[in-house]
């Protein structure tokens, strides 16, 4: 293949450069790149590919751009509010570069499609925001032997590796299992720093760059921990684990599975903000019963600095991970309604006190959100 | 014997918030005792009923997972550096 004059011109800097050249600019007009995610460090992955001129990019996302990804997904933009989150990435990427080919999967990421979407493309880029896609996206490139750049994100940590579960390890050998649910928790729950999966997106598509153009030390066996605090770069090896489930020599996954169960939380619609029919109060009911006197107690389960944003007057703080210990101040025989931001967290504080053998209990459904929206418009929402 | 132990974002809250304390222990084992000893709700994340180091927890001495070397029963040098290594999903 021949780069045109105009593709020479608009990729002068990366000839210039000798590692790369006319034959590396060609490699990465050849290459095909899979995006699983185009949240926040799906943004700067497809962007940089994009502008890179890698020649063929897919992107998969279910979702839709939200006013509140507008702080970290910088490929979305008010312009393409409310629109599929695939369709706002292609239409920024072809602005950028409208030379590439990009393909779009507005699909859940599951084990009926995930070998379908990834046949074309020779490597994977891990965007993904929770454990089950993780654990189904590594076992995709094992079994199709295609390299996996892994990323993830937590408030102000992040890490980055390759895994290459032909050369190196692979993503189960290094977290054979997930941690419990409710410990680590999402962006959307626990916060994070928007710049954050800027830069750790931004190193996922170094790393891309140099797998395909075959230069420099890819990642693998070596994982990269950042911290934006400290602005610290720390590298651990990897070594592959010789009993490893997934790319050991004895694997016990031999084909694709969903992975809720084995992680104990959906792999989307993590925001549901329910508890089940049973146990959910909406706000409305909420206002009424306590409009007409009713002796019930609702107990906050955010963090401190949330009280800053919106509270309810009279909901008592214990933030859910002091719920455990200080169950003891709460009375079972008092009606006890309890609620977070959006409904998930007071779900799993539900959960707790249930299996303490509580029962007069209720979960605000959609949180101090849905109160905002149906009972005191005065309260933002966030 | 004196060692450093990073404790990674999901875990400090139940560390009191810091992000490194200093473990007595000749060996990683006796360090992670001193560790849950100083701060007793973090036990249930890093180990299971059965008292063993819980498999979604990566504990590196410098940059070797302690896995591959001698697992609990590694040996401590004074100064050295461990680091619990979160399993985190953000993106």
């Known amino acids: 293949m021949e780069l045109t004059h105009e593709e020479i011109l608009r ?38 590919l994009a502008a890179a001129g890698i020649g063929h990019i897919g992107l998969v996302d ?67 925001d929770n454990f089950p896609t993780r654990y189904l996206s590594n076992d995709l490139a094992v079994l199709t032997g295609k390299p996996n750049i892994y990323g993830s994100i937590f408030r102000f940590d992040g890490q980055v590796s390759v895994f290459d579960g032909k050369e190196g390890p692979c993503y189960r050998c290094i977290f054979p299992e997930p941690p419990p649910p409710g410990l680590v928790p999402s962006c959307a729950e626990g916060g994070v720093l928007g710049i954050l999966p800027g830069t750790i997106g931004t190193l996922q598509a170094t790393e891309a760059l140099k797998l395909i153009l075959g230069i420099g030390e890819p990642l693998i066996g070596k994982l ?14 990897l070594r592959k684990n010789p009993d490893c489930k997934v790319c050991g020599p004895n694997p016990e996954v031999t084909e694709l599975i969903d992975y809720e169960e084995f992680c104990g939380v959906p792999a989307h619609d993590h925001e549901s903000g329910s508890a089940g029919a049973d146990w959910d109060i909406t706000a409305t009911q909420l206002a009424e019963r306590l409009k007409h006197g009713d002796d019930l107690k609702i107990i906050d389960v955010r963090e401190p600095h949330e009280l800053a944003i919106s509270r309810i007057k009279g909901a008592e703080l214990i933030p859910l991970g ?17 609620m977070c931001k959006a409904g998930t967290r007071s779900a799993r504080a539900l959960e707790v006190l249930h299996s303490a053998g509580f029962r007069k209990i209720k979960n605000l459904r959609g949180g101090i959100n849905a109160w905002a929206r149906e009972v005191d418009p005065s309260l933002p929402i966030y | 014997m004196t060692t450093t132990l990073r404790i990674p974002t999901p875990l400090r809250p139940y560390a009191q918030g810091q992000s490194e304390v200093a473990v007595q222990g000749a060996t990683v084992g006796e360090a992670l005792n001193d560790l849950v000893n100083q701060f007793p709700t973090l036990k249930k994340h890093l180990f299971t009923e059965a008292d063993e180091l819980r498999p979604f927890v990566n504990l590196f001495l410098g940059d070797e997972d302690v896995r591959h070397l001698q697992g609990v029963d590694t040996p401590l040098k004074e100064g050295d550096r461990l680091m619990i290594i979160p399993s985190i999903a953000g993106g």
């Open chain 1, 11 to 48: 990729y002068s800097r990366h000839l210039l450069i000798p590692e790369v050249g006319l034959e590396g600019q060609k490699k990465l007009k050849a290459a095909s790149v899979l995006v699983i995610g185009t949240g926040g460090l799906g943004s700067p992955v497809a962007l940089y």
């Open chain 1, 62 to 128: 279910y979702d839709v751009v939200d006013y509140s990804n507008l702080q970290r997904q910088i490929i979305h933009g008010m312009s393409t509010l409310d629109d599929l989150k695939v369709e706002s990435a292609r239409q920024r990427m072809l602005d950028v570069n409208p030379d590439i080919q990009v393909d779009v999967y507005n699909e859940i990421f599951t084990s009926e499609n995930a070998f379908r979407i990834a046949e074309p493309y020779d490597i994977i880029i891990d965007g993904t």
């Open chain 1, 224 to 237: 990269l921990l950042y911290n934006a605090l400290d602005m610290s770069f720390d590298f651990v090896k």
């Open chain 1, 322 to 338: 002091q719920l455990a210990s200080r169950m003891s101040e709460l009375d079972s025989a008092q009606e006890i309604v309890l």
